[in-house]
């Protein structure tokens, strides 16, 4: 080996330790001063308790509530965790302790677009978050709102069974995942925008299941970002990149049918009563309750965890 490559190789050797050094430090450093913690496993340097996890977390995690007990902390990477493992200290949680721990941890990839800044389902507790559950409550998830859609919910369902008569008595097989998938879109879309988003009967929007299967198996990955915040400018694994892309589509199909909406109501047609208007009345006259930021954002919440 030449003298040019030993230099090349101690240098490499050195900067790596001097790296892994200084991330070490930085995790000492950024862990003092905190609050007295439950009794935990101790952590290994820079990585923390990540490698005790496994392929298995739930059965890792139970068989660790064993030795530390029913309320621990792990350290996963930079991120420190509290793990509950017990009815008793979940209901002393959820039950009597809900405003101490509503505020959930937000993950990478919620953060493109500003998503979490307007999603219902990410803000912490505070005034718009209020504001946008009592919304929510009234225009969507009330009784009397429930009741006023049942007819598009048994005309859904009438479809399908026609469509499953057709193909039954056309010898076609039947994709019964596809069909049910875009069913339900439909639904949904109908109360929400009062116009179907998926044809049972064509594949012209295949694309749309792939784009929120997409974003929900994004979100879903563990991301090497959210346990290392300073990794979020490098996007290692390109979860953000494609998270950006697919909810970009998403909220392009949204801004698309919010300004025909808006169009409509300019040329003075009549009212839809489906969630979009009262959104969009409340919006014209309460600006500050609720925006169209708000509105596509509870509308990719819905078609996420609705599907």
């Known amino acids: 080996m030449c003298d040019g490559g030993i230099m090349d190789y101690y240098a490499l050797v050195f900067g790596s330790i001097f790296a892994l050094s200084f991330l070490y430090i930085l995790a000492k450093l950024s862990s003092r001063g905190t609050k007295k913690l439950p009794p935990g496993p101790s952590a290994w340097p820079i990585i923390g308790n990540i490698h005790l996890l496994g392929a ?14 029913p309320i621990m902390s792990l350290k996963l990477g930079q991120v420190t965790t ?26 990478d990839a919620v953060q493109v677009h500003n998503y979490c800044k307007y999603s219902v389902g990410w803000l912490p507790i505070c005034p718009q978050w209020r504001k946008l559950r009592r919304i929510l409550n009234t225009n969507m998830f009330s009784t ?25 008595q056309e010898g076609e ?11 339900n ?11 179907d988003l998926a044809d049972p009967f064509s594949d012209s929007k295949v694309e749309l299941k792939d784009v929120i ?15 290392f915040p300073m990794l979020k400018m490098i996007d290692l694994q390109g979860i953000r990149r494609r998270t950006t892309n697919q909810i970009g589509k998403l909220f392009k ?26 959104f969009l009345n409340i919006s014209e006259e309460n600006p500050e309750e609720i925006n169209h930021n708000n509105i596509k954002s ?9 599907l």
Not at 173 to 179: C, K, P, T, Y
Not at 185 to 195: A, C, E, I, R, Y
Not at 213 to 227: H, Q, Y
């Open 185 to 195: 879109l439909n639904m949904l879309s109908n109360t929400l925008f009062s116009k």
């Open 253 to 278: 199909l949204f801004d698309d049918l919010i300004n025909e909406r808006l169009e409509e109501k300019r040329r003075g047609s009549n009212e839809k009563g489906d969630v979009l208007e009262a």
């Open 213 to 227: 299967w997409g974003i929900m198996a994004e979100i879903g990955k563990p991301n090497l970002a959210d346990f």
């Open 56 to 69: 298995k977390p739930h059965v890792s995690l139970a068989n660790l509530a064993k030795t530390y007990g």
């Open 298 to 306: 509870v509308f990719l919440v819905c078609v996420l965890f609705s």
């Open 82 to 107: 509290v793990v509950i493992s017990s009815s008793t200290m979940a209901k002393q949680v959820l039950k009597y302790q809900d405003q101490d721990f509503t505020s959930r941890f937000t993950p």
């Open 173 to 183: 097989a039947l994709d019964v995942g596809q069909v049910t998938f875009k069913t």
């Open 144 to 168: 009397n709102s429930l009741d006023a859609n049942q007819h598009l919910r048994s005309r859904k369902v009438k479809e399908l069974i026609a469509y499953c008569a057709r193909c039954s």
